[in-house]
């Protein structure tokens, strides 16, 4: 029994914590729901479409960024197609939702490395692709909660933007190695040889800049959601919200036993918005459920398109889940 559950304790946590917050949610709208019905949400369309396109756009965004780093990392070998790229990044984000979180890139590193690319680098290269999406969402997220936030002044809000932007900077200047230093607690931790790399200051500048644009197409998308179910017409409201989406996100990425972030991100959401007093509690409880179900059918949408663009290209060597690629 013991060893069993040391086995399947990444799933057995994944359940426990969705299952808390599936319960806490449950129980806070059975308390609140007179106040959520007062609240008159309703659904503009236009605009919750307006939230989907924005939303795609981001994602897309991402996908280009992705493409640029594998294709300006490999010149000698031949570029990864637009459509390629649509279909590798959008089908193996949907194995983010499995528990671990290491089976997008599994996939990635299986699929690429048919076409010739090393597997070390692949590695690499989603190693950069996730710090520096993880560093933009934390920034932007980050300086509209300290530019919104009940409890930060202004002094304190300029210290922290300051702060923001002095960390990108010091992982611009000094990311080689930074990364070399993950790329050697990754080898600790995979039991495997992973060669340290170097990517030019211009590629990773480059990288922050369209993942930083990536993410405000993502706030923008949200931003638009909270007018399509209208949940408020507060302006600093609605940005702490997206704030918190952002915030979220990324402590859902970090704590990997839970898949997607499900509940995690819902949970950081509800403490962060339950902080501003010019936000309802019922705000709180609707809106991580709301942006949850929207990123979840964008994801779906857009994998299941992926999937689709990719069957007589990526797709056409097969595909096999049960052997774990390599590194």
């Known amino acids: 029994m013991i060893q069993w559950i040391k086995k399947h304790i990444k799933v057995i ?12 949610f449950t129980t806070e709208f059975k308390k609140n729901w007179q106040d959520i019905l ?4 309703r659904l503009n369309l236009p605009l919750l479409a307006g939230s989907v396109f924005f939303m795609i756009v981001a994602y897309l965004g991402n996908t280009a960024t992705w493409r640029y780093l594998i294709n300006s990392f490999h010149p000698e070998l031949p570029p990864i197609s637009i459509k390629e790229s649509v279909a590798i ?13 290491v089976w997008s890139y599994a996939v990635q590193i299986y ?4 076409r010739g690319y090393p597997k070390s680098n692949v590695f690499f290269i989603n190693l950069v692709a996730t710090l520096s999406t993880l560093m933009a969402a934390s920034a932007v997220g980050i300086i ?37 230093i993950l790329i050697k607690l990754a080898a600790k931790l995979l039991k495997k040889e992973i060669s340290h790399v170097k990517i030019s200051l211009t590629s990773i500048l480059m990288t922050q800049v369209f993942y930083v644009v990536s993410n405000l197409f993502f706030c923008f998308g949200g931003y638009l959601l909270c007018y399509a179910i209208g949940i408020s017409d507060n302006f600093h409201v609605i940005v702490c919200v997206i704030g ?11 704590v990997l036993v839970t898949p997607g972030g499900l509940g995690v991100r819902e949970i950081m959401m509800a403490f962060i918005i339950s902080g501003m007093a010019a936000a309802s509690k019922e705000v709180a409880i609707v809106v991580p459920i709301a942006t949850r179900l929207l990123t979840m059918s964008v994801d779906i949408a857009l994998g299941i398109t992926a999937f689709f663009l990719g069957q007589k290209t990526v797709f056409r060597t097969g595909l096999n889940l049960k052997s774990k690629p390599r590194i």
Do not use: R
């Open 111 to 114: 699929w690429l490395s048919k």
């Open 38 to 41: 007062a609240m008159n949400l």
């Open 13 to 24: 946590l994944s359940v426990v914590i969705i299952g808390l917050v599936a319960y806490f």
């Open 144 to 180: 509209m909660l300290s530019l919104t936030l009940d409890k930060v002044t202004k002094s304190g809000a300029l210290v922290i933007i300051a702060l923001v932007i002095l960390a990108y900077f010091i992982f611009i200047l000094f990311h080689t190695p930074i990364l070399n």
């Open 89 to 101: 990044v959008n089908t193996t984000q949907l194995a983010k939702y499995i528990p671990g979180k």
């Open 244 to 254: 918190s989406l952002l915030v979220g996100d990324v402590v859902g990425f970090v």
